[in-house]
Antibody, heavy 121, light 106 residues
Framework: EVHLVESGGGQVKPGESLRLSCAGS????????MNWVRQAPGKGLEWVSS????????YYADSVKSRFTISRDNARNSMYLQMDSLRAEDTAVYFC??????????????WGQGIPVTVSS | DIQMTQSPSSVSASVGDRVTITCRAS??????LAWYQQSPGKPPKLLIY???TLHTGVPSRFSASGSGTDFSLTISSLQPEDSATYYC?????????FGQGTRLEI
């Protein structure tokens, strides 16, 4: 069974940094594109970033580009999101998400429980 | 960016009813379209990918169709546990984008 566990969230002040981690198990982590999706309180879903299996391809939403950095360590079955220069509008629950099957990129088949990030002075 | 527009924004129906939610893309996404169900306080669950492929474990009362810019999700015989918010999402072009959601009340 696929298991995705996020960690590293919390409350920070505007301009500060946080690093989210996602630990994957129950599947061949090194074969799948991984993603971050967020959901602001009471709002809809927003795709944040994707990283290909070998880290060759990385994409970001415009809203986080140049402030967030996605990375992964396949040896540790882990993905990360370094979030710098955080803003109030980054306040959200962040989900670690796995593509549904290899070859069907961008359809999110497995989700972690989510980790809250609050940016407030 | 590709805009995804769902309708209706909310719908109320009864157990056993048939409900259809539509999703329109601002430009063609071919069949790179997924549907998700989210209950309050829970992560979303994938229902459908590639516009019409039922995800493993999803009940057969869920079906979907469409291509290009117009898509639909149908729940053929509503059950109480189908009360949730439903999202469509395009996976054809970065940035991936979601519809605004459709709240289904049973």
């Amino acid at each position: 069974e696929v298991h995705l566990v996020e960690s590293g969230g919390g409350q920070v002040k505007p301009g500060e940094s946080l690093r989210l981690s996602c630990a994957g198990s129950g599947f061949d982590f090194n074969l799948y594109t991984m993603n971050w999706v967020r959901q602001a309180p009471g709002k809809g879903l927003e795709w944040v970033s994707s990283i290909s299996s070998n880290s060759n391809y990385i994409y970001y939403a415009d809203s986080v580009k140049s402030r967030f950095t996605i990375s992964r360590d396949n040896a540790r079955n882990s993905m990360y999101l370094q979030m710098d220069s955080l803003r109030a509008e980054d306040t959200a629950v962040y989900f670690c998400v796995k593509d549904v099957v290899r070859g069907v990129i961008g359809s999110f088949g497995s989700w972690g429980q989510g980790i809250p990030v609050t940016v407030s002075s | 960016d590709i805009q995804m527009t769902q309708s209706p924004s909310s719908v109320s129906a009864s157990v056993g009813d048939r409900v259809t939610i539509t999703c329109r893309a601002s430009q063609s996404v071919i069949t790179w379209l997924a549907w998700y169900q989210q209950s309050p306080g829970k992560p979303p669950k994938l229902l459908i990918y590639s516009a019409s492929t039922l995800h493993t474990g999803v009940p057969s009362r869920f079906s979907a169709s469409g291509s290009g810019t117009d898509f639909s999700l149908t729940i053929s015989s509503l059950q109480p546990e189908d009360s949730a918010t439903y999202y469509c999402q395009q996976a054809n072009t970065f940035p991936y984008t979601f519809g605004q959601g459709t709240r289904l009340e049973i």
